[in-house]
């Protein structure tokens, strides 16, 4: 069985700073791509950024280019998400996934919160 934690998550004012971490453990699995997702209160879960580990190829949701970054290491299974200029409509539960492959996300994290207060 494969487990996602994400941690970093909290409370912060707008324009503020906060970098979510994400570790896979359990089995070994062949980790083609991590990236986040976020659902926003009475919202559909959006996609935020990807890295797809080979090519080194990264994705983002074009609200969040420029503000957000994602970063990791594949040796560890671990991804990151550094969130600079936190807007209030950042506000939303991140959450850490996993995929073997270009067409699926296979494993999910319980998510963590981030706020952005005014």
């Known amino acids: 069985q494969v487990q996602l934690i994400e941690s970093g998550g909290g409370l912060v004012q707008a324009g503020g700073s906060l970098r979510l971490s994400c570790v896979a453990s359990g089995r070994t699995f062949p980790n083609y791509r991590m990236g986040w997702f976020r659902q926003a209160p009475g919202k559909e879960r959006e996609f935020v950024a990807s890295?797809?580990?080979?090519?080194?190829?990264?994705f983002y949701e074009h609200s969040v280019k420029g503000r957000f970054t994602i970063s990791g290491e594949v040796a560890k299974d671990t991804v990151y998400l550094q969130m600079n200029s936190l807007k209030l409509e950042d506000t939303a539960e991140y959450y850490c996934?996993?995929?073997?492959?270009?067409?699926?996300?296979?494993?999910w994290g319980l998510g963590t919160q981030v706020t952005v207060s005014s």
């Open positions: 996934a996993a995929g073997t492959g270009p067409q699926q996300w296979d494993y």
């Open positions: 890295i797809i580990w080979r090519s080194g190829t990264i």
